[in-house]
């Protein structure tokens, strides 16, 4: 670790660095006894356990941790022992010096009250471990596995050899066997003196500067898209010069023939002025090709140099795959050894960069897929050789970025997934008829692994059996925008292909229109686009839907799910988005498909709490605000309309002519809030229109006709105040309702607004959607007139 990894480490205290060197130095024990395990003669790992236990010795004696110093000073002694070929590193006596690495760890995440407390009370436990470590020599190894004849039925998983050792080193190893067959990585309590597990002193990098460091990312990565939208914008405003010059072409090609006819004539002064034009419009045709091309160079300057930013900023919240999975070695083998089996992890493509949120969010979902490979798929060691395998079985894990998304295989070499048990399952469970599950494909029957309380185990354990494992999975990775695949090969192994997006600060999105107003969903949700002729359309008992590729689709209208009103579909092909899998896929009709883009992704403001069927918001190219679609959110809402019933129906011209909409006027400074409120309005059923500040919206009232006015207060050049009152004084407008909507409520503002004749006041603390929408109802009352 270097300070310039870190930064400045004056603040942090001595303990606090002793925590940082032993959390790094024992991964780097935990890593070489792994390799030390499968590899005897792996002299570079022995080398790096030396310093790392000799680095953790060190740094304990500064810090007065005498029982970490012996400790590290009896692994180093093992490891020295093992470097002149004088101690062979079994799986037992690894088992001993993990059980030390263990305990170092724990002893590092004490904090100062708790210490010497916790280890009075453990000092048998602790004196066990140092004395096991002491006498690691005498720990006899495992014969070899024989090779049984074939078919031999596989035995019961082998319990480790531990007779015939002092009773403490018998008690520190069963302990430790305990903790593989399931409890925590920690040391047993005392019999006689139980405690309560340590508190664990804190780590380095807390939660405050953690969540402020996020909030400076978003920050810069909204600044660096807002850099990125207005560079985009530079490419209208080329090709408006572009048409410029095309017109100043047909122009000056006028001029020409006009000096050519003029030419043929006998007026001297006449073609003498014509010669005077003709020459003038030269060097105003140098200079538009001149700056074109000027502006085209800064063009492409700005886009690349926006683009560079927005990637800089997307790095600082890439951190390479390893850091989120660095456990899991360790963990395949503590958990295949508890039960009697012999498994270990390889892993490929550590240094794969992955978002840090989704790396953290991901680690739980690859840990269920490795328990599952370990218990449901890995065989005993004997059954191994019976059916030709190696006794050690191997779990391969694979991260790599694939077509711009991030793509990892957990695959394994154990018995694979016996599908005709699934298919009796599904039967049993009465999930579908025998008829029904004969014709399942493979990839159908594995589906079935991924809904909530399906297993094929008979009896639960510690592990799996319950049938809360997969499902958890697909539900996460489903959350993260990703998908999951299985595949299974019976006696060969089974593989899960999971895909996630690189980064969820950007998203790449399909943009469509509904009601005029511009939507995004994440294109992995997005099944097809097509366009569906009027007279493809079939209603059977209310509900409309299509044939694609040989199934029916159902078709739904986005405005209705939105309740944005009801959509015009007079034209001759509806635009359509299918979204959803299997059963639950629907064809969402919207106005218009837009197109793809890549979206800076921005929360929305949280005085808002999650709003249904939106889950973030952007900025287009061109800088219009976008709502980013919850696809799973959406599917609810389709299920509880259809439910509901009361589908509009899709075919056959536009909607009856319709009573005038109210029209509302939202003043505000803020855009999420403008934009929020607009939304809230329209789906209502108002017609709206916004300002950006008093000034814009005292123009925009005296040059419209409102039905109501909605303002902020505090805003630059007018406040909201000033406004009301120049609404009221004036002869036309004094009867328009206004309503105020401030971040605060203090007591002289409504004071003041009502005095300046406001008709409601409404603070944004105690804002939601119907707060808003029902004090516009006691206002003007229905959207139509």
Sequence with gaps: MSQDQHGDLSAFS????????????????????????????????????????????????????????????????????AQHGRLKLTPERVDVLLSGVDLIVQLSRLDDAGAEAWQAANATQIDQTLKAIAGIAELPALPPLPSPPSRMPAPAAPAPALSGLPDDIQAALAGEMAALLGAPPSLPSSPDAAVAAPPLAPRSGSPAPAKAAAQNFDRLLSLASESRINAHQMHPFVGALQRFKRNQSSLFSAIEQLHEAIARSSDAGLIEKSLLALQKTQPLKQFVLEHIADIETYERRL????????????????????????????????????????????????ETLVDRDILARIESPLNHMLRNAIDHGMEGPYERIDAGKPALGTIRMEARHRAGMLSIEISDDGRGVDLEKIRQSVITRKMASPAMAAALSTGELLEFLFLPAFSLKEKANELSGRGVGLDIVHETIRQQNGTVRLESEPGRGFRALITLPLTQSIVRALVIDIQGEAYAIPIVKVESVVRVPQEAIHTLENKQFFELKGEHLGLVSAAQVLELGEADTSGEDLPVVVIGRGKQSYALVVGAIRGEQSLAVQAIDPIFGKMRDISAAALLDDGEPVLILDVPDLLLSIDKLLHEGGLHQLAQGGPAQQRRAKRILVVDDSLTVREMERKLLLGRGFAVDVAIDGIDGWNMVRSGEYDLVITDVDMPRMDGIELVSLVKKDLHLHKLPVMIVSYKDRPEDRARGLSAGADYYLTKGSFHDETLLDAVADLIGDARL
């Design 303 to 350: 886009l690349a140099n926006s683009q560079g930013m927005v990637d800089e900023v997307l790095a600082l919240r890439m951190r390479p795959f390893r850091d989120g999975i660095h456990a899991f070695p360790r963990m395949v083998r503590d958990l295949a050894r508890g039960l009697g089996k012999e498994v270990q992890l390889e892993i490929d493509g550590e």
């Design 14 to 81: 001595m303990l606090d660095l002793f925590r940082m060197e032993a959390d790094s130095q024992t991964h780097i024990l935990t890593d070489g006894l792994l390799t030390m395990e499968r590899h005897a003669g792996d002299a570079a790992a022995v080398e790096s356990m030396m310093r790392a236990a000799h680095s953790i010795k060190g740094a304990a004696a500064i810090v007065g941790l005498q029982v970490v110093v012996q400790l590290a000073h009896g692994m180093e002694d093992s490891f020295v022992a």
